[in-house]
């Protein structure tokens, strides 16, 4: 390299760092978006199984009024009533599912959401998880579930997903103060 062009050597390191940290704000932004997208349209899918009644929501009916999720099939484990459907940035999965209510000692219909990246470190990172006691779980994704690939298919539902408070947490649905359910 010639003498004369040394002074410009830094500068071209600075423009190469800015030019990294600029890659890596977009990709951050990337990934909040598709979190953010994926929280509303998990709120939306629950607030419109909320609505069903029987406690046996179809995940079509569900779709109706959500934009950009469409349905797509997937062979699902034996004995599971499972559907999925994806957008851009992540798969929602709907389960239904039978279980005994502790207080009246009676067989309930019963439903849970999930939703994980499609693209694990670029659509999103986190996975969230919203029942049908209205109670919505952020997961860290602590095996990186990415689509159909990755960790694929979630237990349904998470095995004593309350009792994990290091790996999920409650938080608030969207539109909804902290501390409400």
Same mark, same amino acid.
Not at 101 to 128: C, I, K
């Given at each position: 390299m010639p003498r004369r062009l040394g002074p410009f050597l830094p500068l071209l390191l600075v423009g190469l760092l800015l030019m990294m940290?600029?890659? &890596?704000?977009?990709?951050?932004?990337?990934? *909040? #978006?598709?979190? &953010? #997208? %994926?929280? &509303?349209? !998990? @709120?939306?899918? *629950?607030? %419109? %199984?909320?609505? =069903?009644?029987?406690?046996?929501?179809? +995940?079509?009916?569900?779709l109706a009024g959500v934009d950009a999720v469409e349905r797509f099939a997937v062979e699902a484990p034996p004995g599971s009533d499972v559907d999925y459907a994806r957008d851009r940035s992540y798969v929602y999965a709907l389960a239904r599912f039978t279980?005994?209510? =502790?207080?009246?000692?009676? +067989? #309930?219909? @019963?439903? !849970?959401?999930?939703?994980?990246?499609? @693209?694990?470190?670029?659509? *999103?990172?986190?996975?969230? &998880?919203?029942?049908? @006691? *209205?109670?919505?779980?952020e997961g860290q994704n602590l095996r990186g579930r990415s689509g159909t690939e990755t960790g694929f298919p979630p237990p349904f539902p998470e095995p004593e997903i309350a009792d994990r408070p290091a790996s999920w947490w409650k938080r608030p649905r969207p539109g909804q103060p902290a501390g409400q359910r």
């Open positions: 940290r600029e890659t &890596q704000t977009r990709a951050a932004e990337r990934i *909040g #978006r598709g979190e &953010q #997208r %994926a929280l &509303q349209v !998990l @709120d939306a899918l *629950g607030n %419109a %199984a909320e609505r =069903v009644a029987g406690g046996a929501p179809r +995940l079509d009916e569900l279980q005994r209510d =502790v207080e009246t000692n009676t +067989l #309930r219909s @019963d439903w !849970l959401l999930r939703a994980w990246p499609l @693209d694990f470190g670029r659509t *999103g990172d986190a996975e969230y &998880q919203l029942g049908s @006691d *209205g109670v919505l779980w």
